[in-house]
């Protein structure tokens, strides 16, 4: 399903449902299974195809999107929900809002996958760059996640690997659709995409249609050898710091420094972090 950034576009409004957020420590764990399923690095995503179990599609009987919890959470537990997380990722030349700690994402530019084209984003401004489920949330359901509790839906909805920052038209045309009816108009792109479907719905033992699995493979045909995406295991969940351990008042100088005290990996917020120690920005820095 996709996921926008302003409220009240189709597919995001509130459903009959009370939007309620699971217990923090079963989505925690519920995503660190499915990093733990997800396809080692470097399997080629037609073999991980050929793993997926190929079924009929489930009725949509029940779907809102209120049963993958609120949108967005800190399912990593970062400081930062997950909608700004993408952002923060997949945008360059970002400003973040002062005093967030660089969380909340004012501004920044976009090379979009899903068209080729170059969109500056504005805080706000609701019509330029979406956050797109890429396997939908719609989709999942028919193919698996109907029969899930909420953690493990509310961890799909925020797994880093099922999300990307795109164009605000192409995710809206998009929808819920799979492979099988809607692919990115940029064609350089489509054997990225069709990887990243397979590994989230390896990593979270979803199924795919016959029409969704010929698709995926006439994609993967013209690009032999894909690798299907691996995600990164998600952090361990806080640790109180005994009594007595010294904080440091200053980041450390390195990952040396952190990893000589004893503090490595570090994440965003922690004492003695630095945004210059993480050089993938993916929030966990010396790993």
Not at 84 to 99: C, H, M, S
Not at 193 to 212: P, S
Request: negative net charge; aromatic residues 6%.
């Amino acid at each position: 399903m996709l996921a926008v950034l302003a409220l009240g576009a189709a597919g995001c409004q509130a459903g009959q449902l009370e939007t309620t957020a699971p217990p923090a420590d079963a989505v925690l764990e519920a995503a660190a299974q499915a990093s733990a399923g997800a396809p080692a690095a470097g399997e080629s995503a037609t073999d991980v195809l050929a793993s997926l179990p190929v079924k009929g599609r489930a009725p949509q009987t029940g779907y809102d999107r209120d049963q993958f919890g609120p949108a967005w959470s800190d399912v990593d537990r970062n400081g930062c929900d997950t909608r700004n997380d993408v952002l923060a990722r997949d945008l360059t030349g970002e400003a973040f809002k002062p005093g967030t700690e660089d969380c909340v994402v004012l501004s920044g530019t976009l090379a979009d996958p899903y068209t080729g084209q170059t969109i500056t984003f504005q805080r706000g401004d609701g019509t330029s760059v979406d956050i797109d489920h890429v396997v939908a949330l719609g989709d999942s359901w028919q193919t698996g996640s109907f029969a899930w509790d909420e953690a493990r839906r509310a961890a799909l909805a925020n797994d880093p690997l099922n999300l990307l920052a795109v164009d605000y038209s192409a995710n809206r045309q998009k929808g819920d659709a799979d492979a099988a009816s809607w692919l990115p108009d940029n064609k350089g792109y489509r054997c990225a995409y069709v990887a990243r479907q397979v590994a989230v719905k390896a990593a979270y033992g979803l199924w795919v249609t016959q029409a969704e699995h010929d698709a995926i493979a006439r994609v993967l045909e013209t690009c032999s050898g894909e690798p299907a995406p691996s995600p990164s295991a998600p952090p361990p969940a806080p640790v109180d710091v005994p009594a007595g351990t010294p904080v440091p008042a200053q980041p450390y100088a390195n990952c040396a420094a952190a990893r000589a005290a004893g503090a490595a990996p570090l994440h965003r917020g922690d004492p003695g972090w630095s945004d210059g120690m993480d050089g993938d920005g993916d929030g966990v820095a010396c790993e």
